[in-house]
């Protein structure tokens, strides 16, 4: 089995930490149950200088490192691994943020598994010829998962646009407007609400080997 782990808010508590941040750069007060858009600039109120100096210190390995694990999400990954799935963590972090982002998964016992970054966000700078980048959406877009667990509105859209994959909408206060886009969407408040999501996928997996064989 193939499964796709987006990283902030899925794997780890990113938001929780911008909202701590945003009240200590900006004096700004947004609680994380009140971060309703997955834009920044619009949950925090904040003009262009102010978002892109957020992101920078955000981007930074100590904010990264210090991110704390969401309940849950490492054991979970950590028992996929030894079940012999395929994991990967895709990430729309900036390729620049890879070592951090792979030195925290060292440090929470996921070394070993494959960071993959996209540019969800078309937000990427160009990199230089032969230099380690992030894939484009259209590089990513024929990949194939056969479950993906993603909270960020637009990467969302894109999986429903992928080859057919069950998508876990991981609960979070921005993405409660987005509906289930197609017959493989599911809503999960909890990793172990995903965890039965990805029994069920191995069961149906299971399911259709056997058939093949009779
Ligand atoms: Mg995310």
């Given at each position: 089995m193939r499964i796709y782990v987006d990283f902030d808010d899925v794997l780890c508590e990113t938001a929780r930490e911008l909202s701590r941040l945003v009240l200590e750069l900006y004096g700004c007060r947004v609680p994380y149950e009140a971060i309703h858009a997955f834009n920044l600039r619009e949950a925090f109120g904040l003009d262009e200088a102010r978002y892109l100096h957020l992101m920078h210190i955000a981007h930074g390995a100590e904010q990264l490192l210090a991110l704390e694990p969401t309940p849950g999400a490492v054991a979970a990954v950590a028992g996929w691994m030894g079940e012999g799935y395929t994991v990967e963590i895709v990430t729309g972090r900036p390729y620049a943020t890879h070592e951090a982002s792979a030195l925290w998964l060292r440090r929470h016992g996921l070394e070993g598994v494959p960071l993959v970054h996209v540019d969800k966000y078309n937000r990427e700078p160009p990199a230089a010829e032969g230099q380690a980048r992030a894939l484009t959406r259209g590089e990513f877009a024929e990949r194939r998962y056969d479950l993906a667990v993603e909270d960020a509105p637009m990467a969302l859209e894109q999986l429903a646009a992928m080859p057919p994959c069950r998508v876990v909408i991981f609960d979070r206060p921005w993405n409660r407007?987005?509906?289930?886009?197609?017959?493989?969407f599911t809503r999960c408040r909890d990793w172990p609400a995903v965890e039965e999501v990805a029994a069920d996928c191995r069961r149906l997996a299971a399911g259709s080997s056997s058939r093949q064989w009779q």
């Open positions: 407007g987005v509906p289930l886009l197609t017959q493989h």
